[in-house]
């Protein structure tokens, strides 16, 4: 069950910038840090920011998160081709014990 | 770098039992993580299972936590998840990952590749 609202699709041209946004509650975003997950169609999920905003090494500055309230949003500037794939938002949620994920948004690059 | 690697059974018949190893290497699965399971159905999103800590503690999906067991073996630097009772609608790739929680920070990272599941007579 997700419990972590997203868009389902985004698109853009090379170069140009997209941004996802994921929707929670005080119980999971409102007070708890947000992830964000790449899945390119075929391979496993990837680590793309972690405490909102972190990025783990190896993942380039074109990715960027924020986090306001019990929102949070994705930033990928500079679209590549091969950014194209789905994003997954994450959160742990106090009330449910439980770690959610994100409905999902699929990025196109045009 | 810690990394992953599911195995178990592809095919598992309606109201049976779905067992699941995923092998640790490269670090200990005595370190301070949480071992995680992650299962997507073909198609659709992905919904976290559970995970446990090296001392046994677990916490599962309040949806699955009725048919869940996972468990660790220090020995053998693997962790595993049983899933009882399947139906058609527990057809999914499951993935194994590492989690950090801590302070209301919670992440996966990394990810094993994934084992594809299937349900059926």
């Known amino acids: 069950q997700s419990v972590l609202t997203q868009p389902p699709s985004v698109s853009a041209a090379p170069g140009q910038k997209v941004t996802i946004s994921c929707s929670g509650s005080s119980s999971s975003i409102g007070n708890n840090y947000v992830s964000w997950y790449q899945q390119v169609p075929g391979t496993a999920p990837k680590l793309l920011i972690y405490d909102n905003n972190k990025r783990p090494s190896g993942i380039p500055d074109r990715f960027s998160g924020s986090k306001s309230g019990t929102s949070a949003t994705l930033g990928i500037t500079g679209l590549q081709t091969g950014d194209a794939a789905d994003y997954y938002c994450?959160?742990?949620?106090?009330?449910?014990?439980?770690?959610?994920f994100g409905t999902g948004t699929k990025v196109s690059v045009l | 770098q810690v990394q992953l690697q599911e195995s178990g059974p592809g095919l598992v018949k309606p109201s049976g039992t779905l067992s699941l190893t995923c092998a640790v290497s490269?670090?200990?699965?005595?370190?301070?993580?949480?071992w995680s399971w992650v299962r997507q159905p073909p198609g659709k999103g992905l919904e976290w299972i559970g995970d446990?800590?090296?001392?046994?503690?677990?916490n599962y999906n309040p949806s699955l936590k009725s048919r869940v067991i996972m468990s660790i073996d220090k020995s053998k630097n693997h962790f595993s998840l049983k899933l009882s009772s399947v139906t058609a609608a527990d057809t999914a790739v499951y993935y194994c990952?590492?989690?950090?929680?801590?302070?209301?920070?919670?992440?996966?990272?990394?990810w094993g590749q994934g084992t594809l599941v299937t349900v059926s007579s």
């Open positions: 990952a590492v989690g950090y929680c801590s302070g209301g920070s919670c992440y996966l990272y990394p």
């Open positions: 490269g670090g200990s699965i005595s370190s301070s993580s949480w």
């Open positions: 994450g959160s742990w949620d106090g009330s449910l014990s439980a770690y959610v």
């Open positions: 446990i800590y090296h001392s046994g503690s677990t």
